[in-house]
């Protein structure tokens, strides 16, 4: 039987070959908008030609999914495929969008007797498609993320031209597309009608190198028609673009200092506006340098992602992505796993990111089958494969941006791919090639893997690595530079673990940096019973097969807020490192590839008990990158407590992506430290002794259970609690991809439903003395705890002492601590400590020091899929009050993290979504010691070892008291 068009492992039939993306002055008309549409269940071709009906069908926007606006809906799967691996072949149930629109064409187009042709161009159609001008087929085409011109001139009328396009959600293609989204079909894409006159420039290839020795830049622009340049700038006018022209005195481009040139390229028939950034790429002696210098990538792995237009974005969203990695300190973007909308690439030119472009490509979900019939390693999909790196290429090779051509994602190994670099490597020997899924990486030209631990990196920056398969192999692969395309896997809570890799890249100069999984959450914007917003994954919309939450795993929720992780990335990759200097002075490190420190103004603050008692500005000096300078301070008022001093590095004036003022960097030095370092052994004035009195034993302002020995009032204040506590609702990277996850070990051991056992409380020495043991069930290992609590006349003094029992092996708690409960009224917090964001033991580089005030709701992180969050660290003293200012304070020895929130860790825990998550009567409050770490292990590497929280003897006091206003 023939293989109907759709399950063609071919590229397609009727379009045009594929060309750089212009910005001409021929005439252009949009097919955006709203055209009329219907969902079939099925390929099956209904009557050809045009249904009398179609005017009167359903309406939908151009570029959209059609799944993201009443018809059908999405479906989310990692690496399965949601169908059967049985290529190139799909299911009957394959729903197809009909789209028809008319459109009128202006008077003035250009026709084929003026000598010229008209091109209809989609830029993206999920996944394979067929489309009809005035009835007549052009052919079909498939690869998603790529555009597909074909020829319409011949068939065009003055007037009224109506366009016909049958969408298919399942094609062959969708077997080189299973990249790790929501599966959502359509025109997601601009549709554009071009003239394309006479003598028009079809296609051009800018080469606009950078000799950074001389400061020399070499212009040639390959043109497909005889052409002239002009470059205004550099005094080039209506020159012949093959040149070479060697200009002197070139400023290059770089993702710092993204200078382009304007030109102008034209033929008798069309111009087209170039902007040219001059800048060279090279691996040479094992490192990839550009403009002669090594880079390290600060990078994210960008998804296109708008939670209610899905990967139909607009410019606005595309721009809003950039300036937010810019102002995160973010200096490079692998499109993963697809070219971007060609605008998200001018952006990137424009503002400055080093751009890893991938091809359209993943055939991940063979991994399920062995790897038998990867289209990547089968020659009947060559074609295939080949037209999409041809496709990736040829339309986005103009930009600056570009460094490195990827050919693609997780697609096995194979020769096709080889072909594919063969391709790259011909048509654009200038730039390097990358792919990850080929470890031994013999025809690319970095050597790239993603998720590898902080040791495998290290052994690679060594150049010390497991060998390759081959000698062969082996030696190519040991001389490339080494990148992670992706690591670091920004799911909920994270990632933990940044800055130990940042120093890697920092102390080997073979690791150039990395690209952290992944930019945005792709939730879905979702309403509950009762109206408020959640945001859906996989699963809420009754897939059968479907990979839940992992969908939603970037540094920005779906909303584009940044989430922790993305501000703690921020302060890890930060250009200006600000640390202690020699006696006197404060090092300011340029960790810039290229940039001095100039357009950076410094600024220093005194803070005592967090609280400004002196400011200034310190002169920094120029500092080349690589450089570091040590101004010294000035003289700094003397402060009683704890004082800090913060110096901060902000854009001293504007700069495209942020004002003046923006704060790229900041570090903190201590000036005076805490005191009393320890607290004296009473909490306070008139020590108190503990006497028995009605039901309740009283000690100070405290009230006691004398059964369990817990604490039932502070004052005024009813509390419960507190008593020790270990459980944290699992993060998911505590819970893992993997047999190893943490929290499997936890629940197996039953640390979430530790049993409390009062084994005396009674009073000792002027104290009351309450000692516990604690323990899960069916085990032998047990936590001791014992509560010595002192009293004064307004406060209690709680010295904890934790001793371990039994053989804990391996096990690791998920925290050390207390919980207690507090009227809900007692929501406003403050504290002087580390903030303002919430903070984990291996992902707190981006908190500071100081004295911060939020509500209990703006303690809380709202990751998509509910999880452990909001811990602050270190907490000097904390306060819980109510509007009024009345309430508990918290102080403690040492530092203290804490939590409060209106639910308990066993509700998080269950939650699936936000809107799960209901206020309870009470404030839930943690006061740990300590935390495991983050880590990133929903897929990488756990919580390095010494971020392990392993059970040990401990000791925390705490003084409680009751806050008052004033
Ligand atoms: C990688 C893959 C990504 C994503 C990530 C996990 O293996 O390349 O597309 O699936 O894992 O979120």
Request: hydrophobic share 35%.
């Amino acid at each position: 039987m023939d293989l109907p068009y759709y399950e063609d492992p071919g590229p397609g039939t009727g379009f045009e070959p594929a060309r750089a993306t212009a910005r001409s002055n021929a005439p252009a008309l949009s097919l955006n908008g709203n055209w009329r549409f219907r969902l079939r269940p099925t390929a099956a071709d209904p009557a050809p030609g045009f249904d009398a009906d179609w005017e009167n069908w359903d309406e939908i926007p151009v570029p959209g999914h059609w799944q993201l606006h009443g018809h059908g809906s999405p479906a989310y799967t990692n690496v399965r495929y949601p169908f059967p691996v049985d290529p190139p072949h799909v299911p009957d149930e394959n729903p197809t969008g009909e789209y028809r629109r008319a459109f009128d064409l202006p008077e003035h187009w250009l026709w084929p007797e003026q000598g010229a042709r008209t091109l209809l161009r989609f830029e993206g159609v999920d996944s394979c498609f067929r489309v009809w001008l005035n009835g007549e087929l052009l052919g079909h085409a498939a690869g998603s993320r790529l555009a597909h011109e074909f020829e319409v001139g011949r068939l065009l009328r003055p007037g009224r031209n109506t366009v016909a396009v049958r969408v298919h959600q399942w094609s062959a293609g969708s077997y080189l597309e299973d990249q790790d989204m929501w599966w959502l079909s359509g025109i997601f894409r601009d549709v554009t009608l071009l003239a394309r006159p006479r003598a028009s420039l079809d296609d051009h290839f800018v080469h606009a190198g950078y000799e950074h020795a001389t400061g020399t830049g070499v212009l040639r622009v390959e043109t497909s028609t005889p052409a002239v340049l002009s470059v205004p700038e550099l005094g080039l006018h209506r020159v012949d673009p093959a040149g070479p022209h060697r200009v002197p005195g070139i400023q290059p481009w770089s993702a710092e200092e993204p200078r382009l040139y304007d030109a102008v390229l034209s033929t008798p028939g069309e111009t087209v506006d170039l902007r040219i950034g001059f800048r060279s790429i090279a691996v040479e002696d094992g490192l990839l340098r550009v403009n002669g210098r090594r880079i390290v990538f600060r990078g994210v792995n960008r998804h296109e992602w708008h939670p209610e237009q899905g990967r139909a974005l607009d410019r606005a969203t595309m721009l809003r992505d950039v300036l937010l990695m810019k102002r995160h300190n973010i200096n490079a973007v692998r499109t993963s796993h697809y070219p971007p909308h060609p605008d998200f690439l001018d952006l990137c030119d424009q503002y400055g990111l080093w751009v890893i472009d991938e091809c359209d490509l993943e055939t991940h979900g063979f991994e399920e089958v062995g790897w038998r019939g990867n289209p990547t390693d089968d020659p009947i999909w060559q074609e295939a494969c080949l037209d999409r790196i041809e496709r990736t290429v040829e339309r986005d090779k103009n930009h600056p941006s570009i460094l490195l051509w990827s050919l693609g994602n997780e697609s096995g190994t194979g020769q096709n791919l080889e072909a594919m670099a063969a391709w790259c490597h011909t048509r654009d020997p200038e730039r390097p090639v990358h792919y990850e899924g080929d470890w031994d990486s013999p025809y690319v030209d970095v050597y790239s893997r993603m998720y590898a631990s902080h040791e495998e990196v290290e052994a690679i920056g060594r150049r010390a690595e497991a060998p390759a398969s081959t000698p062969e192999r082996d030696a190519h692969r040991r001389a490339l530079p080494f990148i992670q395309c992706e690591y670091a896997h920004a799911m909920g809570n994270g990632p933990g673990g940044l800055t130990e890799y940042q120093d890697l890249f920092e102390r080997y100069e073979r690791l150039q940096g990395g690209f952290v999984w992944e930019w945005i959450d792709h939730g879905i914007p979702r309403h509950a019973p009762d109206g408020t917003l959640y945001h859906a994954y996989g699963g809420d919309f009754g897939e059968p097969l479907h990979d839940g939450n992992f969908i939603a795993d970037g540094l920005l929720f779906p909303d584009r807020t940044p989430s922790p992780g993305l501000v703690e990335y921020q302060k890890v990759i930060a250009p200006v490192r600000i640390t202690a200097g020699r006696p006197g002075t404060v090092r300011i490190d340029n960790r810039y590839d290229f940039r001095s420190l100039a357009h950076l103004a410094f600024t220093w603050t005194v803070e005592q008990e967090g609280i400004p008692v002196a400011h200034g500005t310190l002169a920094v000096p120029e500092t080349a990158t690589g450089e570091y300078a040590e101004p010294a301070l000035p003289q700094l008022p003397d402060t009683v407590g704890e004082s800090w001093l913060t110096v901060r590095a902000v854009l001293a004036g504007d700069q495209p992506w942020a004002e003046a003022g923006h704060e790229v960097a900041w570090g903190q030095l201590p000036v005076t430290g805490r005191t009393p370092a320890v607290p004296d052994s009473t909490p306070g004035p008139a020590p108190a002794r503990p006497r028995r009195g009605g039901t309740a034993v009283a000690l100070g302002p405290g009230r006691f259970d004398p059964a369990s020995g817990l604490l039932l009032r502070l004052g005024e204040l009813p509390v419960d609690g507190p008593r020790l506590d270990i459980w944290r609702a699992p993060t998911d990277n505590d819970r893992g991809g993997q047999e190893l996850a943490v929290a499997r070990a936890w629940l197996a051991a039953g640390l979430d439903r530790m049993r409390h056992r009062t084994v005396a409380a009674e009073p000792e020495d002027g104290a009351y003395v309450v000692r516990t043991r604690v323990a899960p069930a069916a085990t032998d290992l047990a936590l001791l705890a014992t509560y010595r609590w002192s009293g004064a006349e307004e406060s209690l003094r709680l010295d904890l002492s934790v001793e371990t029992e039994g053989d804990w092996g391996g096990l690791t708690l998920p925290r050390l601590g207390l919980r207690m409960t507090v009227p809900a009224v007692l929501d406003q917090v403050a504290w002087f400590g580390l903030g303002p964001g919430e903070s984990y033991r291996d992902s707190r580089q981006a908190a500071r020091i100081g004295r911060f005030a939020l509500d209990v709701d703006a303690l809380q992180t709202p990751y998509v899929m509910p999880q452990e969050n909001g811990n602050r660290s270190d907490a000097r003293w904390a306060t819980f009050t109510d509007t009024s200012g009345h309430g508990l304070r918290v102080e403690g020895w040492p530092g203290f993290d804490f939590t409060a929130r209106r639910w308990t860790a066993e509700d998080l825990d269950a939650a699936r979504h936000t809107t799960d998550l209901k206020p309870r009567d009470r404030l839930y409050l943690t006061l740990d010691l300590a935390h495991q770490g983050i880590g990133s292990g929903s897929c990488g590497p756990a919580a390095l070892p010494q971020h392990k929280l392993i059970p040990a003897d401990a000791l925390l006091t705490l003084h409680f008291s009751p806050e008052r206003p004033g």
